[in-house]
């Protein structure tokens, strides 16, 4: 059994104390879960640890002896990987997934100027696949998988080298129940031969039924550690948020008026099916379904991103013509996509630029120039209303919490003023706090007449929030249900295609 400790550790960013002389200790064989809201510290911890951020104070430990992480090289070198949270940044969308998975060694090989066996390749990589059942080709494009299926093929990356401290970061955010299974055995597996897990997560059930050890994290200090049987997930959230939670959700909105949108018959080139259903102003109508249902695909569509080959969308009754995202945003749509890094957020620019970013026409002048007082003005309006913690508005948007991006992500729509609002998976990776944020500021555009509809695979929330919802399989909706009157059992049992 190896001791992996870190002593003392504090790291401060333009404006702000990330971390604040943090102690976290984990240990080979044991499952250790690492919590804390949106802005804890949790990430910034574990970049130290991976050599990603080197200008911090403090020490990381291995048996006792001091290590020096100075790049993710040395971090490797230690047996310390973490497979993150947001794959597309570190997958190679044009290599196979055997590739993808065998990055490392194909590295050490071309480094050596040596031939790449590419049959050995993808043998060793279908293999690994089949072990962990990953039912993907290894000869499959990197550029062509699922979201999920990206998910799986960076875990068998990085069960593939010999590692002794592996760290996941929202791991099951994207992976289906069965999915989720697969991955705790692979855990447990991993646990049994001596690894050891640093286990980050929003879902606190998962973290009571897969951990051994919990350290909780608020305001870039240690709050918490101790023995998950110690704990239970009302002391956890407390010590989260440093206060006991209020009700979750807010009041579902009673008043709800005309019909906004109508889809009638949808088709697209590959996933949706004939789709039909509608939304009224001031009403959340939730679209429930696992992973792979083909609610991204929906929401897309219905923003201009996927093409429509058959059906109609429309809004008061008059037909959309849905070209592009700029078709749809014109024509009074609104979209939170699901990978809010990818498609949600300008990574690069600052919080202003993201917030004004929807809206552009509202702060240009003559000549088109931008009109830098309103935008600012109107930036710290936003950041106020939605409680977006960031140094300032000129602060880039990549130096943030996932919370706080996501709620940049909404918070652009705003000021666009659209009449349909569609969120797919809006609290992925955000913890309880934001979460409930999150649930405010939806239920406040349903009760200002905005039509919203909610993408999500968890059944709670959809039986939180919204009037109604409809239920997809396989690219279809095949139940219309009132949320009053089912149940999160009801809502798994179309959701898995029964009839």
């Known amino acids: 059994m190896a ?16 971390l604040d002389e943090v102690d976290f200790k984990s240990k080979t064989g044991r499952v250790h879960a690492l919590i804390g809201a949106n802005g804890a510290g949790k990430s910034t911890l574990m970049k130290v640890l991976t050599g990603a951020y080197t200008h911090y104070t403090g020490s990381v430990q291995i048996d006792g002896k001091n290590v020096d992480i100075s790049s993710p090289k040395d971090a490797l070198n230690e047996g310390i990987q973490i497979v993150h949270q947001e794959v597309d940044t570190v997958l190679v969308p044009y290599l196979t997934v055997g590739e993808n998975i065998l990055l490392h060694d194909l590295v050490n090989e071309m480094g050596k100027k040596q031939l790449v066996r590419w049959k050995t390749l993808h ?19 990197v550029s062509e998988l699922t979201l999920a299926q990206k998910q799986m093929v960076l875990i068998a990356r990085a069960v593939s080298a010999k590692c002794r401290f592996l760290i996941l970061d929202e791991p099951t955010a994207p992976l289906s129940h069965a999915e989720t299974r697969e991955l705790f055995r692979i855990v447990r597996d991993l646990k049994a031969k001596d690894v050891g897990i640093i286990f980050i997560s ?5 973290i009571f039924d897969i951990c051994d050890d919990i350290t909780v994290m608020r305001n870039g200090e240690k709050v918490a550690e101790e023995e998950i049987v110690q704990s239970s997930i009302n002391r956890v959230i407390e010590q989260m948020l440093g206060k006991a939670l209020d009700e979750q959700f807010p009041a579902v909105n009673g008043k709800t008026g005309e019909t906004l949108l109508e889809v009638k018959s949808l088709f697209d080139k590959e996933k949706i099916k004939g789709l039909s259903l509608t ?4 009403e ?11 609610k991204t695909e929906l929401c897309k569509t219905l923003f201009g991103s996927t093409p429509i080959t058959a059906g109609d969308v429309l809004l008061k009754g008059k037909k959309l013509k849905l070209k592009s995202p700029y078709h749809a945003v014109r024509q009074g749509l609104a979209l939170v996509p699901e990978e809010r890094r990818k498609e949600g957020i300008l990574v690069e620019e600052t919080v202003a630029a993201n917030l004004s970013a929807a809206n552009l026409a509202q702060f240009t002048k003559a000549f088109s120039f931008l009109d830098r007082r309103a935008e ?22 990549q130096h943030l919490s996932g919370g706080n991006q996501q709620k940049i992500a909404i918070g652009k729509w705003l000021l666009a003023d659209a009449e349909v609002y569609i969120f797919d998976e809006p609290t992925k990776g955000v913890d309880v706090g934001a979460k409930r944020d999150i649930f405010e500021l939806i239920s406040a555009l349903a009760k200002r007449g905005k039509a919203v509809l909610y993408a999500s695979s968890e059944f709670p929330e959809i039986l939180g929030i919204t009037n109604r919802v409809y239920v997809m399989y396989d690219g279809r909706t095949v139940k219309e249900l009132e949320t ?16």
């Open 484 to 499: 009053a009157k089912t149940t999160e059992e009801e809502l798994l049992f179309y959701s898995t295609g029964g009839r």
């Open 202 to 206: 929003h879902r606190l059930p998962e």
């Open 123 to 141: 043998q060793k990589a279908s293999h690994l696949l089949e072990e962990m059942n990953i039912h993907v080709s290894s000869k499959k494009l």
């Open 279 to 282: 939304a009224r102003a001031g």
């Open 284 to 294: 959340i109508v939730g679209i429930a379904g696992l992973v792979g249902a083909g």
């Open 376 to 397: 600012k003005r109107k930036s710290l309006e936003i950041i106020k209303t939605l409680g977006i913690k960031t140094p300032s508005e000129k602060s880039k948007v």
């Open 3 to 18: 001791l992996l400790e870190m002593k003392n550790i504090s790291i401060e960013f333009p404006g702000v104390k990330a």
